[in-house]
């Protein structure tokens, strides 16, 4: 049974440019969740998605957007990269969006931006 | 500011001592989480609480959630090295399904 799995493991950018980063949740999962990770930090919500719609968005700007395909997978894009979005970027799957429900992280994709 | 505090933020041990690490907020949570990090991966979940005042135990490990939902502690029996990451308390707010992540406690446990 695959877990969470993300592309590119290792991703380096330059400033202005755009990314894009991808997710497959844990099979039967159907709500797929994208945290930043900073050097020493706790990851940071950036937003969820269910039923193909973006449900909840934490405090990240209109740069960060994204996706989720019928099958359930997900995409995070980045536009006009700025030094500060160098981090860890988590992909983190779960069963129907509720409060509580646990999190099937995949081991992130190392985004750094020159 | 950080929504969930926790400390300590590093913690070095010897083998078969004991720890715990805590978790403050001034914020009431639906449930909080603990999870693991090792470095190259991603977080592992390893408990949810969800009473005020509840106590989980996993083996050497023991975590309680504060009776005002506010706070949490992980206590952890005779550290092993294996023990070593990155500890993260998470908490739910209201109904929301978005976890807002603490500070983090890096553990590490020597022989």
């Known amino acids: 049974d695959a877990g969470v799995t993300q592309s590119p493991t290792h991703l380096i950018k330059t400033r202005g440019q755009q990314v894009t980063l991808r997710c497959s949740p844990k099979s039967g999962h159907d709500t797929v969740s994208w945290y930043q990770q900073a050097l020493g930090q706790g990851p940071q919500f950036i937003f969820q998605y269910y039923e193909e719609e973006e449900r909840q968005r934490g405090n990240f700007p209109d740069r960060f957007s994204g996706h989720q395909f019928p099958n359930y997978s997900s995409e995070l894009n980045v536009n006009a990269l700025l030094l500060g979005d160098s981090a860890l970027y988590l992909c983190a799957s779960s069963l129907v969006a509720r409060h509580g429900s646990p999190l099937h992280f995949g081991n992130g994709t190392r985004l750094t931006v020159t | 500011t950080q929504l969930l505090e926790q400390s300590p933020q590093f913690l070095s041990i010897q083998e078969g001592e004991n720890l715990t690490v805590y978790c403050n907020s001034s914020s009431v949570f639906s449930s909080l989480q603990w999870y693991r990090q090792e470095p190259g991966e991603g977080p592992v979940l390893l408990v949810t609480?969800?009473?005020?005042?509840e106590v989980k135990k996993l083996k050497r490990l023991t975590f309680q959630f504060g009776d005002a939902r506010k706070d949490s502690s992980l206590h952890i029996t005779a550290a092993q090295p294996g023990d070593t990451g990155l500890y993260l308390c998470a908490g739910a707010l209201g109904t929301a399904s978005k976890l807002t992540f603490g500070t983090g406690t890096r553990l590490q446990v020597t022989l």
């Open positions: 609480v969800v009473t005020g005042g």
